[in-house]
T-cell receptor, first 116, second 111 residues
Framework: ETGVTQSPTHLIKTRGQQVTLRCSSQSGHNTVSWYQQALGQGPQFIFQYYREEENGRGNFPPRFSGLQFPNYSSELNVNALELDDSALYLC???????????????FGAGSRLTVL | GQSLEQPSEVTAVEGAIVQINCTYQTSGFYGLSWYQQHDGGAPTFLSYNALDGLEETGRFSSFLSRSDSYGYLLLQELQMKDSASYFCAVRGSGSARQLTFGSGTQLTVLP
C-alpha cells in the first residue's frame, strides 16, 4: 500500500509568480485535503476535495485553488505569490469525508515553498 | 469555528511518563485526534477519541472529556525517538468538518 506522495519537495519562487503542487493520495482514499504549515505552527486547513469537487474551504483567498482528478490525485495552485506564502504545504488523504475515518489523515511529506 | 490550546513545550527524561493537555472550542464535535510530527517529517496519526474516556495504543494513550472540552495524550516509557511535535486536532462543524489543528507541543526527551 503506497502512502501519500507530493512533488516537488522543495521549490523557490519570486513574489508574483504562480506555483502548482501535486499530490498522489493513498491507495483507496477518495478525499484529499491541503494544509499550509508555517514554521513552528500547526497545519492550517486550505481546502478539501471529494469526488473531484471542492467540499470545504478554510480562510484562504481565491488565489489558492485546487483540482482533484478521477484517480483521486490532486493539485494545489497558488497565484500571485506573496512572501507570506512561504511555508510547508501538506497534502493529506483520508478514506472518507465524513464518519470516523475522516479523523485519520495520511499526510505526505510536504512541499517546502520559499517565496523571495 | 474551532480553536485549540496546548502547551508549546514539554521536556521529560527517558523512561518517564508525560502528559500533553489540549483544550478546545468547537461548533459541533466529531472527534479529537492526536498527530506526531518529527522535524522535517510528515504528521502521522497517533490516536482518536470520539467518546469520553481513555483509548490505549501501546505506549500512547489518549483521553477525552467532552463536557470539559478537554483531552490529553499520555506517553509512557519515553524514548529518545519520541522527541517530536505533537498536535491535537478537533473535527467540528467547519465547512468540510475538517480537522483543525492546534499549534503543537514540542516534546524533548532527555537521556
Amino acid at each position: 500500500e503506497t502512502g501519500v506522495t507530493q512533488s516537488p519537495t522543495h521549490l523557490i519562487k519570486t513574489r508574483g509568480q504562480q506555483v502548482t503542487l501535486r499530490c498522489s493520495s493513498q491507495s483507496g482514499h477518495n478525499t484529499v485535503s491541503w494544509y499550509q504549515q508555517a514554521l513552528g505552527q500547526g497545519p492550517q486547513f486550505i481546502f478539501q476535495y471529494y469526488r473531484e469537487e471542492e467540499n470545504g474551504r478554510g480562510n484562504f483567498p481565491p488565489r489558492f485553488s485546487g483540482l482533484q482528478f478521477p484517480n483521486y490525485s490532486s493539485e494545489l495552485n497558488v497565484n500571485a505569490l506573496e512572501l507570506d506564502d512561504s511555508a510547508l504545504y501538506l497534502c493529506a488523504s483520508s478514506l472518507e469525508t465524513g464518519g470516523p475515518g475522516a479523523n485519520v489523515l495520511t499526510f505526505g511529506a510536504g512541499s517546502r515553498l520559499t517565496v523571495l | 469555528g474551532q480553536s485549540l490550546e496546548q502547551p508549546s513545550e514539554v521536556t521529560a527524561v527517558e523512561g518517564a511518563i508525560v502528559q500533553i493537555n489540549c483544550t478546545y472550542q468547537t461548533s459541533g464535535f466529531y472527534g479529537l485526534s492526536w498527530y506526531q510530527q518529527h522535524d522535517g517529517g510528515a504528521p502521522t496519526f497517533l490516536s482518536y477519541n470520539a467518546l469520553d474516556g481513555l483509548e490505549e495504543t501501546g505506549r500512547f494513550s489518549s483521553f477525552l472529556s467532552r463536557s470539559d472540552s478537554y483531552g490529553y495524550l499520555l506517553l509512557q516509557e519515553l524514548q529518545m525517538k519520541d522527541s517530536a511535535s505533537y498536535f491535537c486536532a478537533v473535527r467540528g462543524s467547519g465547512s468540510a468538518r475538517q480537522l483543525t489543528f492546534g499549534s503543537g507541543t514540542q516534546l524533548t526527551v532527555l537521556p
